[in-house]
């Protein structure tokens, strides 16, 4: 899978949501679906890093893709609703969803973590990954063929001391993915969970600001897994766990 090879067009005419695609990972996920013919949903809350890869996919002469300004560290059910309409009154259909975006915050004991640090972690990388999936699931279900794929971390297999909330919502997202893929199974859409590991990204440079980048895979080694993931080679897969890495 880390060596998947798309097909030309794999993406043609999807519709597909990344989200925290300003930067990292899911920016290379969404320069890749491009490529293969998607109109992308670009989403982040960096208005000026999302107009600088509209304007990068649009010079590729990739399909024009479309751009998603929105705080995920909100709970207002209704702001997702207005996003999936948004939407469905915009591009008519969706496709796919990456459920990309993540924070880390500080590397820290649970007993020095603040309530509001928690929260916040939790809310990005597994509340709103809830709450968006609810919103566009109807949107979801008219498509031919959809697929969800949600991000963990090996530290959402394995915990680790110091990485509390973060470590946290990443084993719930695994658990969330298992759930959503088995109330899917036989329908149109599938579910599947994605640890990227170790990628050069700045999330990652905060964690390990002295480690040896140059050993990294960046976040364009790892875009295969995600290329497979969306189109329909992976049609029967669902409820898996897969490491980008291998
Ligand atoms: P990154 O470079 O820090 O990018 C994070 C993205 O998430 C940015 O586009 C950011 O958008 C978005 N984001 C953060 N908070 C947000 C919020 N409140 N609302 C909306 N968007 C928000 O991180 P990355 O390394 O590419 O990580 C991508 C995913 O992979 C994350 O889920 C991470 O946990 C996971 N992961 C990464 C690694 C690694 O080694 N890099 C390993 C395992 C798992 P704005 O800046 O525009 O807000």
Not at 168 to 182: N, Y
């Amino acid at each position: 899978m880390k060596n998947y090879q798309a097909p030309e067009n794999h993406l043609k005419d999807r519709v597909i949501l990344v989200t925290g695609a300003s930067d990292g990972i899911g920016k290379a996920i969404a320069i890749a679906y491009a490529k293969a013919g998607a109109t992308v949903i670009l989403h982040g809350r960096d208005i000026e890093r999302l107009e600088k890869l509209y304007d990068e996919i649009v010079g590729q002469g990739y399909p024009q893709p479309a751009m998603l300004p929105f705080d995920l560290n909100t709970t207002d059910e209704q702001e997702y609703r207005n996003l999936a309409s948004v939407i469905a009154n915009d591009l008519g259909r969706l496709d796919g969803i990456v459920h990309n975006a993540g924070v880390l915050e500080e590397l820290t004991p649970i007993e020095h973590t603040s309530i509001k640090s928690w929260n916040k972690i939790m809310q990005v990388n597994l509340n709103s990954v809830f709450a968006l999936t609810k919103a566009c699931l109807p949107l979801l279900k008219e498509a031919p063929s959809a697929s969800i794929i949600t991000t963990s971390s090996g530290v959402g297999r394995q915990g680790r001391a110091f990485w509390g909330a973060y470590s946290t919502s990443k084993f719930a997202i695994e658990g969330f993915t298992q759930v959503l893929a088995d109330e899917l199974e036989g329908t149109n859409i599938r579910a599947n969970c994605v640890n990227p590991g170790a990628t050069l990204t700045k999330m990652r440079a905060i964690a390990f600001p002295a480690e040896d980048k140059s050993l990294l895979k960046t976040p364009e080694d790892i875009v295969p897994v995600y290329l497979y993931l969306m189109g329909d080679d992976s049609a029967e897969i669902n409820g898996q766990s897969i490491s980008a890495q291998g």
